[in-house]
Each structure stands twice: as structure tokens, then as C-alpha cells.
């Protein structure tokens, strides 16, 4: 499983975590699910490892994939953006074979 995160995602990641009070092994878990507008939707919150997670630490940060997102995200890269209408968190993944417009769905490239 590989990975990576942005300087600026590491930045913004550590920021979160200490606002959240995370415990010392929590990261940013991201997650591949059914929906949005694209057919596939990603999702991310704060959470600790678990069975099975791929985990990725980079600079003191922790990256927590489950083993059924694994496959839409390997040699994919997290990045935090910050424009005049939002900022977050984004995935780029060149799995993906069109995204939606909101950057938060996407359809994958046929297998």
C-alpha cells in the first residue's frame, strides 16, 4: 500500500489532531465508500488503528486505510487545500477516472 502525504497535509493534519486531543496513536483515517454524485465517495475523520488498517506514518503524523479502501487508494497522495470558498483535505488518486466537481467523489478506472 502506498501512500504519500503533502507537507501541507502533515501541517494541517498535526494542527487537527491537537485540536481534537487525539490520542498518541490516532491519525487521519481515510475511507472509500459507495455514493456521491460519482458513484464512490470518500470519507476521513480522526480515529486509531485497526485490524487489518494499512498504516501509514509520516513526520510524526498517522494515516489509517482500511483493508477495502486499500485498493482505491494505493499510490494515491492526501493534500490540504485553502481557497476563498473552502479548505480540507484532498484526495489525489490516480485511480480515478473522473472525479465530480466537489472533489469529494469519484468513479474508479476499470479493473
Not at 486499500?70 to 499510490?75: A, K, W
Amino acid at each position: 500500500m502506498m501512500i504519500s502525504l503533502t507537507d501541507s497535509a502533515i501541517h494541517h493534519l498535526r494542527l487537527l489532531l491537537a485540536e481534537k486531543q487525539a490520542p498518541s496513536k490516532a491519525g487521519l483515517r481515510v475511507r472509500v465508500e459507495k455514493g456521491g454524485c460519482a458513484g464512490w465517495q470518500y470519507q476521513m475523520k480522526v480515529d486509531t488503528p485497526q485490524e487489518g488498517d494499512a498504516v501509514i506514518e509520516r513526520d510524526g503524523v498517522t494515516l489509517l486505510v482500511d483493508p477495502e479502501s486499500q485498493i482505491f487508494l494505493n499510490n494515491s497522495s492526501i493534500d490540504y487545500y485553502d481557497s476563498l470558498s473552502d479548505s480540507g483535505f484532498r484526495v489525489i488518486n490516480p485511480n480515478a477516472a473522473r472525479n465530480c466537481g466537489c472533489g469529494t467523489s469519484f468513479e474508479p478506472k476499470a479493473a
